[in-house]
């Protein structure tokens, strides 16, 4: 059973956009508005795969660039989240995804002052002298998300970052390391706080 019309459109949505045809997902999938996929560029087959039972409520967003893939496991939870993906972000099962949340895999843009420059310039939508995108300088690394994981409001996780089963993240809290599992974590950026039993 799936909120999600034959048509890929969602049942009552105040949204006509359909869900992309290389999304997949397992029993019992909800989805809230078809709008979480305005973003969505994915051109790999799949490029999001939802397990069983999983729910995205509205305002979650999956900004998903053409190579990105985003795995999520079963009875997870998305609320309000927005996940960025331009290679890989996976999400295991039986986790909650706060509102205002942020997960990205990429800086998607370059560090360097003079290539942000040239990369500003080339996301100009009207510029007549627009240059080519400094892709080659922009970096990106996977997420991965273990087994029930909670992860408070307005939280941040950057590219790189691994968080192990059973962790907690809290509200606010910037993740650019590693966490390792059964750990609460708090703080810009994210440092120890709590060790789960």
């Known amino acids: 059973m799936t909120n999600v019309l034959p048509d890929r459109r969602i049942e009552h949505d105040w949204s006509n956009r359909q869900i992309p045809a290389n999304v997949t997902w397992g029993e ?28 995205v409520y509205a305002a979650s967003q999956l900004a998903v660039g053409p ?37 990205a895999d990429s800086d998607f843009h370059p560090v360097a002052a003079a290539q942000r420059r040239i990369d500003a310039e080339a996301l100009a ?42 962790s907690i993240i809290a ?7 590693d966490v390792p599992p059964n750990t609460v974590v708090a703080g810009n950026p994210a440092r120890f706080a709590k060790r789960l039993q």
């Open 28 to 55: 019992g999938f909800y989805c809230e508005s078809a709008q979480c996929f305005l973003h969505f560029k994915g051109q790999r087959e799949p490029a999001v795969e939802f397990g069983a039972h999983v729910s």
């Open 125 to 166: 939508p009207f510029y007549d002298g627009k240059p080519e995108r400094p892709i080659a300088a922009v970096k990106s690394r996977p997420v991965k998300i273990g087994n029930n994981v909670w992860i408070g409001m307005n939280a941040i996780v950057l590219k790189g970052v691994t968080i192990g089963d059973n």
């Open 67 to 103: 190579q990105g893939h985003v795995k999520v496991g079963d009875f997870t939870l998305l609320v309000g989240a927005l996940i960025t993906c331009e290679t890989s972000v996976e999400i295991g099962s039986h986790c909650l995804i706060s509102w205002g949340t942020g997960i």
């Open 171 to 177: 509200a606010g809290a910037v993740v650019t390391k």
